[in-house]
């Protein structure tokens, strides 16, 4: 099989963290016989630094033509710490979502045995975790009009919208998600207080109807970001909003081990994006020490999501738990003997060829 795939590195340790991806998708079309060629292209401050623009035209045609779409991270401090810089590499990545009509976000979280004891949370209450976010993506506080500040700049506004049509569209992909799952959908919201909350919650109250089988209950965000590290158990799939969705599960990879470890789809109804859901991490940017796995577990998904090659996909998985079970890792999992980012990748992409048929089993 052939298949391409647009690289979008990033800033940062976007691009250290995304060779590594690649690298495991090469070991996997190796042992596969597949045949995948990759498109670099620019993004965030990179993008902005070599054209103006952190999501250039060239980069959207890239996006457009291939058939999947692996990005690392963008981010750099010199914006972060200018608030009145008018172009920002996260204008890069939120312009690439809504252009592609990338709006559903799964962010799925689970505990590792082996990391279990490095956790600051009690062993007993995160065995067993197994839940997946879908976070909208495309709308909420994030894209809404107006948005801005006052002449004199002494008041400063965001606002809030959600349309009926976004959140059922998000929404059949949560439930449906639940039905090969445990049948349950969790709706994070703040409905006590906002509008755009009483609306996701009387939307998918109605569309619940079509999935008898799939128990939906509510839990206001407050709430939910508490139960989450008290009682992650309780949760199969949570379905929330843009912002809600982007906090709740930075929390979450507390349960996984880092923020390092967890990655993402962003699915649309054209394309489809894989991203670890960390950012650039400037601080250790070319030193060899981010955590790769998000991003290997990225394109792990997007071999599931985007080409259906579900054996490759568990295959990637499977050679990232033996990697752990081994304690063969970054700083931040198990700082004694710790390992670099480009060893843990080639850790990785070596048990997938050395023993894809013993993982396969
Ligand atoms: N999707 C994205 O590209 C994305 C996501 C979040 C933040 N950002 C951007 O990244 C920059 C830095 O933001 P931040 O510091 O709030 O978030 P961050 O995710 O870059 O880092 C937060 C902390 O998480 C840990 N961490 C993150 N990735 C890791 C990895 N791969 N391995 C080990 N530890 C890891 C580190 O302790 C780090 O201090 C900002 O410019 C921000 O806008 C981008
Ligand atoms: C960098 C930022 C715009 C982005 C978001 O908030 O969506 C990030 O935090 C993420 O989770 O991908
Ligand atoms: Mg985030």
Request: aromatic share 8%.
């Amino acid at each position: 099989m052939s298949k391409s795939i647009a690289i979008l590195a990033g800033d940062g340790i976007g691009p250290e963290v995304t060779k590594q991806a690649v690298k495991c998708l090469d070991a996997i079309a190796e042992v596969f016989n597949h045949k995948i060629s990759y498109q670099e292209a620019l993004i965030g401050a990179a993008a902005i630094d070599a054209t103006g623009n952190p999501f250039p035209e060239a980069t959207e045609e890239i996006c457009k033509a291939t058939d999947a779409i692996l990005f690392g991270a963008i981010g750099h401090p010199k914006y972060d710490n200018d608030p009145t810089a008018k172009v920002r590499p996260e204008q890069g990545l939120l312009a690439m979502r809504k252009k592609l009509g990338l709006f559903a976000n799964v962010r799925p979280v689970n505990s590792y045995e082996v990391l279990l004891p490095i956790s600051p949370l009690k062993e007993e209450i995160i065995r067993g975790t197994d839940f997946v976010v879908f976070r909208e993506l495309t709308g909420g506080i994030y894209f809404g009009e107006p948005r801005g500040r006052s002449e004199d700049g002494n008041i400063a506004f965001d606002s809030c919208v959600y349309t009926k049509h976004e959140i059922e569209r998000i929404a059949h992909y949560a439930f449906k998600a639940a039905e090969k799952r445990r049948k349950k959908v969790t709706l994070v919201d703040k409905a006590n207080v906002l509008a755009t909350s009483r609306l996701w919650r009387e939307t998918v109250t109605a569309l619940a109807k079509q999935y008898p089988e799939i128990k939906l209950d509510f839990m206001f965000v407050d709430n939910a970001a508490m139960k989450i590290i008290q009682n992650p158990k309780h949760f199969d799939v949570v379905l929330t909003e843009n912002m809600f969705g982007d906090i709740i599960t930075d929390e979450a990879s507390v349960i996984s081990g880092s923020l390092g470890m967890l990655p993402s789809a962003s699915l649309g109804t054209n394309q489809s994006l894989f991203e670890p859901i960390h950012g650039s991490y400037p601080e250790v940017a070319g030193q060899n020490k981010a955590n790769p796995i998000g991003a290997i577990l990225s394109a792990a998904m997007l071999l599931e999501y985007a080409f259906q090659w579900h054996e490759e996909s568990n295959l990637i998985k499977k050679a990232v738990a033996k990697t752990l079970d081994e304690g063969f890792t970054t700083e931040d999992i198990f700082k004694e003997n710790a390992k670099g980012t480009e060893e843990v990748g080639d850790k990785i992409a070596s048990f997938i060829k050395s023993d894809s048929k013993v993982l396969a089993n």
